[in-house]
């Protein structure tokens, strides 16, 4: 898998940091898909099958962290990178996040280009080139 063509769901209920993420991963040269609930992230992540997906904690429908055990739990799809990008940032929600199998957590506010960097590092991990 080429980098430069790697496809990334993006999971947020808040349309500006949608677009914001979607600018800077285009601008990368990725594939990008968008879903502003939990229920269209599951949607989407099985119909368009990414190579990483980023979820928010808290969206409307079903929150990060069920669809985060859905996708690790369906076998098509329980190979799939996930990122937790969220506000939330207590110790219990981070150490629940990683024990349902998140890959990475990171807190908003974030650094977009931190985000990019571990995109990239999951993405060439999952291709196999370390």
């Given at each position: 898998?080429?980098g ?9 209920d ?12 285009r ?22 099958a ?6 928010d ?10 669809v985060l055990?859905?996708i ?57 080139k370390?």
């Open positions: 898998m080429d430069a063509k790697a496809r990334i769901l993006i999971c947020d808040d349309p500006l940091l949608l677009e914001l993420m979607e600018f800077r991963l601008a990368k040269g990725y594939d990008v898909v968008k879903a502003v609930d939990g229920a269209e992230a599951l949607e989407k992540a099985r119909q368009d990414p190579d990483v997906v980023v979820l904690a808290m969206m409307p429908k079903a929150d990060g962290l069920e055990a859905r690790k739990g369906d076998p098509a799809l329980s190979d799939t990178p996930v990122v937790m990008l969220t506000a939330r940032k207590s110790q219990k929600d981070i150490v629940s996040a990683l024990d349902k199998g998140a890959d990475d957590y990171l807190v908003k506010p974030f650094i977009p280009e931190e985000l990019l960097a571990r995109l990239a590092r999951l993405i060439a991990r999952k291709s196999g370390r």
